[in-house]
């Protein structure tokens, strides 16, 4: 089955960023990532960039 059968992205659809942030550096613009991915989502769409509370 190939990923277009599975989600139609001219449709809302909810992009979940769960423990993925954490993995990107600082010096690798993640604000900027994460708005260019918010940016290509249909209106009605749902985000959810969430990293794990900080141990400090």
């Known amino acids: 089955m190939a990923d277009q059968d599975l ?3 001219s449709k809302p ?3 979940m ?3 993925v942030l954490h ?3 600082d010096d690798e613009d993640p604000r ?3 708005n260019t991915l ?3 989502l249909e209106p009605g769409s749902w985000s959810s960039p969430r ?3 900080s141990s400090e």
């Open 7 to 9: 989600l139609d992205l």
């Open 51 to 53: 990293t794990p509370p």
């Open 13 to 15: 659809i909810a992009l």
């Open 23 to 25: 993995f990107i550096r």
């Open 32 to 34: 900027a990532i994460v």
């Open 17 to 19: 960023l769960v423990a």
């Open 38 to 40: 918010i940016d290509a």
